[in-house]
């Protein structure tokens, strides 16, 4: 993922005239994770629950890399991991709401 699409850390923090938001770390990460899930679903009917499970992967996995890169600040890190777990939490509460508004088999 050389291209336009991918986490660039040297471009994290510089302005672009394309994207106001380019330069916000999480929002880098939440476009690329969503831009990878897209591609891997191009052409296939998937169920919105299989894309959140898709999304949270890509994005733990887009994590990684982050954390691996040392060129990124700590700052930046802890953002991005903090983001990352607030949307594993949202993901968390959505599945135990969503089991409790199915009906029960009798």
Known sequence: MADEK???????GKPTDVDPFARAAVYC????ALFIVSS?????????ETVKRQL????SQLCTALL???????RVKAVVLKFHAATISESLEDRR????RQPAAC
């Open 6 to 12: 991918s986490i660039n850390p040297q471009k994290v």
């Open 29 to 32: 990460l939440r476009r690329d």
């Open 40 to 48: 891997l679903n191009r052409g296939v009917a998937v169920q919105n």
């Open 56 to 59: 949270v992967f890509v994005q």
């Open 68 to 74: 691996a890169d040392p060129r990124l600040s700590e």
């Open 97 to 100: 709401g969503a089991r409790g």
